[in-house]
Nanobody, 124 residues
């Protein structure tokens, strides 16, 4: 059974940093994208960042480019999201996702496995 478990969320002030971690078990993701999505109250889930299986290519939505960094450690089956210069509009539940094979990196429907989410709250 494949499981993705996020950790690292919390409450931080504007301008602060958090590092989210996602631990995968039950499957070795050596193909397809790994991504982070987020969902704010009353809004649809949106793509935040993605990385290919080798870690050689990364992708970001425009609102986080230059502030967030996605990375992967395949030996540990981990994905990370380093978030710097956080803003109140970054407040959301953040979800880790993984695809079993490559499709698009920005469409949530192209990911096969999801974590339960971790809350990130940025106070002003």
């Amino acid at each position: 059974q494949v499981q993705l478990v996020e950790s690292g969320g919390g409450l931080v002030q504007t301008g602060g940093s958090l590092r989210l971690s996602c631990a995968a078990s039950g499957h070795t993701f050596n193909n397809g994208y790994k991504g982070w999505f987020r969902q704010a109250p009353g809004k649809e889930r949106e793509y935040v960042a993605a990385i290919n299986w080798s870690g050689s290519n990364t992708y970001y939505t425009e609102s986080v480019r230059g502030r967030f960094t996605i990375s992967t450690d395949n030996a540990k089956n981990m994905v990370y999201l380093q978030m710097n210069s956080l803003k109140p509009e970054d407040t959301a539940v953040y979800y880790c996702a993984a695809a079993s094979y490559s499709r698009t990196y920005f469409y949530s429907g192209d990911y096969d496995y999801w974590g339960q989410g971790t809350q990130v709250t940025v106070s002003s």
